[in-house]
C-alpha cells in the first residue's frame, strides 16, 4: 500500500528566507504531484513530476523528484506573504494501461510566512 | 474554460438522511475522482471512474456510498442513512487523457450532518 509522509506539517517562516518541504513515499511511484491549497479553497495543481531527477520551478518554488530515495522536495525561496497556505504532496500508481488512478496525499504542511 | 464544478457548495442535513453530491468534470477529461476531506483523516481517495466505468472502488468507507457516472460526462455521489461521520468536505477532480496531465479539483461540497 502506497504511504505518503510529509515533513514539516507545520511551518513557519519570515519573509525573504528559505525553506524545504519534504515528501516520502513508501512504495514506487514515478508521478509526483504538489498542490497549493488556500483556506476555505479547494487544491491548485503546482507541480506535475514525472521521471527520476525531474526538476520544475515556478516563480520562488521549485520541486524535484528523486525515485530511488522516494523522496520529493518542494524548495521555496525567498518567501513572501502570498506563499502562505497549505501544501500537499501526492503520488499515484499506474491503475493499468498507461492511465494513473488514485491520488494518496500527504498529510499537508501549512506554511505560513510574517514579516 | 469552465473548471470543475461541484453542487451543491454547501450541505447540511439530519443523521439518517441521504444525499446526492454532483460533480460536472472539465469537458473531454475521461477521468473522474471523488475525494473527502476532513480534519481527522486528511485527504482520501473514495473512488475514480475511466469513462462511465468504476476501475477502482477501494476508497468507498461503507456499503452506504455509491457513485455513478453517465455519459462519461456528469458523475453523483450518493450517501445513505448519514452518518455524523460522514461530515467532510466532498472534493470531485477531473483529468484529461494522457499519462502526463495533473488531477484539476472542483471547490467541494461541505457537507455537514446534524
Known amino acids: 500500500e502506497l504511504k505518503v509522509e510529509q515533513n514539516p506539517l507545520f511551518l513557519s517562516m519570515q519573509e525573504g528566507k528559505n525553506y524545504t518541504i519534504y515528501c516520502n513515499y513508501s512504495t514506487t511511484s514515478d508521478r509526483l504531484y504538489w498542490y497549493r491549497q488556500d483556506p476555505g479553497k479547494s487544491l491548485e495543481s503546482l507541480f506535475v513530476l514525472l521521471s527520476n531527477g525531474a526538476v520544475k520551478q515556478e516563480g520562488r518554488l521549485m520541486a524535484s523528484l528523486d525515485t530511488k530515495a522516494r523522496l520529493s522536495t518542494l524548495h521555496i525561496t525567498a518567501a513572501v506573504h502570498d506563499l502562505s497556505a497549505t501544501y500537499f504532496c501526492a503520488a499515484t500508481q499506474r491503475a493499468g494501461g498507461t492511465s494513473y488512478g488514485k491520488l494518496t496525499f500527504g498529510q499537508g504542511t501549512i506554511l505560513t510566512v510574517h514579516p | 474554460g469552465a473548471g470543475v464544478s461541484q453542487s451543491p457548495s454547501n450541505k447540511v442535513t439530519e443523521k439518517g438522511k441521504d444525499v446526492e453530491l454532483r460533480c460536472d468534470p472539465i469537458?473531454?477529461?475521461?477521468?473522474l475522482y471523488w475525494y473527502r476531506q476532513s480534519l481527522g483523516q486528511g485527504l482520501e481517495f473514495l473512488i475514480y471512474f475511466q469513462g462511465n466505468s468504476a476501475p477502482d472502488k477501494s476508497g468507498l468507507p461503507s456499503d452506504r456510498f455509491s457513485a455513478e457516472r453517465t455519459g462519461g460526462s456528469v458523475s453523483t455521489l450518493t450517501i445513505q442513512r448519514t452518518q455524523q461521520e460522514d461530515s467532510a468536505v466532498y472534493l470531485c477532480?477531473?483529468?484529461?487523457?494522457?499519462?502526463?496531465?495533473?488531477?484539476?479539483f472542483g471547490d467541494g461540497t461541505r457537507l455537514s450532518i446534524l
Open positions: 469537458s473531454g477529461h475521461t477521468a
Open positions: 477532480a477531473s483529468s484529461a487523457p494522457g499519462s502526463n496531465q495533473p488531477q484539476h
